[in-house]
């Protein structure tokens, strides 16, 4: 399974990031789930459109 690391405001620090099966069917069309979860803590992370990761909270409006 594909992993990353990326720093988790639930640990406070670097943490290993795992992709859980995709249940949204993200992945039904060839694509790729933006969904990722800490793989200490189990925070949720979506990926943004730029592939970078987004924190709940911090949206802007345009
Ligand atoms: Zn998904
Ligand atoms: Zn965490």
Do not use: K
């Not at 249940?23 to 970078?52: F, I």
Request: aromatic share 4%.
């Amino acid at each position: 399974m594909d992993s990353q690391l990326w720093h988790c405001s639930d640990c406070g620090d670097e943490r290993e990031f795992v992709q859980p099966p995709c249940v949204d069917g993200h992945t039904e069309d060839g694509g790729e789930c933006p969904e990722w979860a800490c793989a200490d803590c189990g925070a949720a992370l979506v990926l943004g459109v730029v592939g970078v990761p987004e924190v709940h909270g911090l949206r802007h409006a345009a």
